[in-house]
């Protein structure tokens, strides 16, 4: 009974109000009225070439014209919608689809190009969008996965040289020498830390620089000195030709590229080696150039040595306490201050690079 009731409601809810059927029969009206006066047009144009026939015969053949007319203005509409509404619906979903599988993190999209001029533009951003997401997600793979190596290889070491020291019976100079491992170890793991959150912050684009001015030749001598030890224990002849000059920049920011662009220079140079540093004004810029004699960088490496973790020979570079992310520290410095660094090396003929700054600043 309910149910029946139900029905019976929505039934008289669909039921059209008097003033609606009033404006269908009207509308209707107006059309048919349309349609005879399109079909009498119509035919009157045919009789002019054809003569005009009997009375009867012409109004029949004016209403048959207009009842075309009505049926092909009714059938066309719905005919245009099937083949051309229908596909423009069909493509709204496949680029709705599309955007939703971005969303959901597969950016192996590719969206077919032969749509209409406007759909394909659209499509072709999709795409473009999803190979850079793409590859945006294979670096932050990489990314995780290489910090993860180089944070484990020092845990792995301090852990074994730790357990090692625990043994009762170890000699006194094996005991130094597992704590001499552990200790550079773990100043391996502060160095990754802080060049990790280095980057972080440079990376922000909200980061502001402590601009002042400076003298840079007056700097480039402070870390040269600092860096004696390194370079006196290898015996290299490290040569520098200052222009006095002063820039506006931030100072601590600098004091890092120079520490590690002087650090790898000794850090690949030869006991006897040499290393050489210059700095001159070059109009509104200043160039540091800082060459070396040493082991040099292969031509396939050459391209990627300012990537973050990428290291040209890893065993060796290991070895020497890196973790590839000196030179990315250089570049993304140098970059904020609006200038550019560039390298020319070759393997086993040394390296030179070369840094192009602004002297008042980005």
């Known amino acids: 009974m309910n149910g029946s009731n139900e029905h019976s ?8 109000k008097p003033h609606e059927v009033i404006l269908g029969v009207l509308m209707l009206t107006l059309v048919y009225m349309l349609t005879l006066a399109a079909g009498y047009g119509l035919t009157g144009l045919v009789y002019r070439r054809t003569g005009t026939p009997p009375e009867f015969i012409r109004n029949m053949i004016t209403g048959f014209a207009g009842i075309l007319l009505l049926i092909g203005g009714i059938t066309l509409p719905r005919l245009f919608y099937r083949k051309y509404g229908r596909d423009r619906e069909n493509i709204h979903n496949m680029l709705t689809e599309a955007l939703a599988q971005i969303g959901q993190g597969n950016f192996n999209i590719a969206l077919e190009m032969h749509l209409s001029e406007l759909h394909h533009d659209l499509a072709e951003a999709i795409n473009e969008m999803a190979r850079k997401l793409g590859n945006l997600e294979t670096m932050r793979q990489d990314f995780v996965s290489n910090v993860s190596h180089e944070i484990q290889s020092p845990l792995t070491s301090i852990g074994g040289f730790a357990a090692l020291l625990q ?3 170890l000699a006194d100079d094996q005991r130094r020498h597992y ?25 922000d684009k909200q980061t502001s620089l402590n601009k002042k001015q400076f003298r840079l030749d007056k700097q480039l001598e402070t870390v040269a000195l600092m860096l004696e030890p390194q370079w006196s224990a290898k015996n290299i002849n490290l040569e520098a030709d200052l222009q006095k000059l002063n820039i506006c920049a931030d100072e601590d920011l600098f004091s890092q590229v120079w520490v590690n662009l ?8 030869p006991n006897n080696g040499s290393v050489n540093i210059s700095l001159a004004e070059a109009g509104d810029h200043a160039v540091v150039t800082v060459s070396d004699t040493g082991v040099g960088i292969g ?10 973790f990428y290291k ?7 070895a020497l306490g890196g973790n590839g992310l000196g030179l990315s520290l250089v570049k993304k410095i140098i970059e904020l201050h609006g200038g550019k ?4 090396s070759e393997a086993g ?9 602004p002297k008042a600043g980005a």
């Open 9 to 16: 409601h929505d039934w008289h809810a669909a039921k059209p």
């Open 167 to 169: 043994k009762d019976d």
């Open 262 to 269: 002087l650090h790898n220079a000794i850090k690949f140079t």
């Open 179 to 203: 704590a001499a491992i552990i200790e550079t170890e773990s100043k391996r793991l502060s160095s990754l830390s802080e060049n990790l959150l280095k980057l972080s912050s440079l990376d």
């Open 299 to 308: 031509k396939d490496d050459l391209p990627h040595i300012f990537e973050r």
């Open 312 to 318: 040209a020979d890893k065993s060796r570079d290991r």
């Open 349 to 357: 003929k040394g390296s030179v690079f070369i840094l192009s700054i």
């Open 341 to 344: 660094v560039s390298v020319e």
